[in-house]
């Protein structure tokens, strides 16, 4: 088991009303899955992935990340394991604008402490693995908007993460380019990579090889 999320809650407090944006949520991905989180806005789905990804802590409940207890870690513990264990991918690509694509992909290895030679031959490695080997010293503004989500792919693939979590991957993107980078994602997941997908389109989270629903915070199905 790779991540356990065990009866986890998470309540906000807004003046004396209490939202419960995620309630007694429990579910298990193992190493190696393609799992899509899928639900509609508001569902608690965006709540979840912050707290998978390591970004926000639960108000109650668990979450355990290969056999270790994640949630009353410092926030500076956190920022290494996400750093260590967690690529990545949002709808809105969080590219640099003023930074070449491979200076893009260096950035979480700048924040590993890489070495800059190792740094350069990781990231070039990457880059050539989604098909963007000869646009290394292209800045986003030179790049489409499937080049720039394959940029994010590999910045999140660096550092050889245990989790590539992506958010609306392909939101931003028509569909043609669309189905290219989910099949980039198959193709990582045949290598041994596990993806977690949240997405609230039904045909993009149905390509995953399970789907987990989420409405009202809870899972659903």
């Given at each position: ?61 668990r979450v355990v990340l290969e056999d270790r207890d994640v949630t009353t870690l410092s926030e500076q513990k956190l ?132 789907q987990i629903h989420i409405q009202d915070g809870k899972v659903v199905h």
């Amino acid at each position: 088991m790779i991540l356990s999320v065990q009866h986890v809650s998470k309540v906000y407090s807004l003046g004396e009303e209490e939202v419960r944006a995620l309630d007694d949520v429990s579910l298990e991905i193992k190493k190696s899955e393609f799992v899509s989180i899928v639900g509609p806005s508001g569902s608690g789905k965006s709540t979840l992935m912050h707290i998978i990804g390591l970004l926000d802590s639960p108000t109650s409940g668990r979450v355990v990340l290969e056999d270790r207890d994640v949630t009353t870690l410092s926030e500076q513990k956190l920022a290494r394991l996400r750093n260590e264990y967690i690529g990545f991918v949002f709808q809105q690509f969080n590219l640099l604008s003023k930074t070449s694509a491979i200076e893009n992909v260096e950035l979480p290895m700048i924040y590993g402490g890489v070495s800059t030679n190792e740094r350069e031959k990781r990231a070039v490695e990457m880059l050539e693995l989604v098909g963007l080997g000869e646009r290394l010293q292209s800045h986003p503004n030179q790049l489409s908007g499937g080049q720039q989500q394959r940029v994010a792919i590999a910045r999140a693939l660096v550092m050889n993460p245990a989790i590539v979590l992506a958010d609306e991957p392909t939101g931003n993107l028509d569909s043609k380019t669309g189905e290219d980078i989910m099949a980039l994602f198959h193709k990582l997941n045949d290598s041994g990579h596990t993806i977690i997908l949240v997405t609230h389109n039904h045909a993009v989270a149905a390509q995953a090889h399970r789907q987990i629903h989420i409405q009202d915070g809870k899972v659903v199905h």
